[in-house]
């Protein structure tokens, strides 16, 4: 097993900061920050839809994240999840909990709504 790769940051607050480099991180990093916006970034996965007149777009982009010094939250590697624009970390668990709500929408509102879209199709023709 070879050693982790160090990457070097020059942070406005703390100078250059060495730090190992996660195998999953693919974002480079950004020089100039505060060393508690060291961000570790893996690949993006999003879901995507075809819109009409617009063609394919990406919803819900979720990647593995990790703020290595933060001071006031969690410095686990989480999930960020982009939801509206804002970006959310979710554990396991909370991850857990999405993935629920977002199949019980389906099931429970977006399929229902399909199947009431379609009737009134039927009625119009």
Do not use: N
Request: aromatic fraction near 6%.
């Amino acid at each position: 097993m070879s050693a982790p790769r160090i990457v070097s940051v020059r942070t406005v607050d703390h100078g250059v900061v060495d730090l190992p480099e996660p195998s999953w991180c693919v974002k480079a990093h950004r020089d100039d920050v505060h060393r508690a916006d060291i961000h570790h970034q893996g690949v993006e996965c999003a879901a995507k839809v075809d819109v009409p007149g617009t063609g394919r777009v990406p919803f819900l982009t979720a990647f593995l994240s990790q703020y290595p010094f933060a001071e006031h939250a969690s410095r686990a590697v989480t999930v960020a999840v982009e939801i509206e624009g804002e970006h959310y970390e979710f554990d396991p668990a909370g991850l857990g909990d999405l993935a629920a709500s977002i199949t019980t929408h389906v099931l429970y509102g977006l399929l229902p709504l399909r199947a009431r879209l379609q009737s009134l199709e039927d009625v119009a023709e």
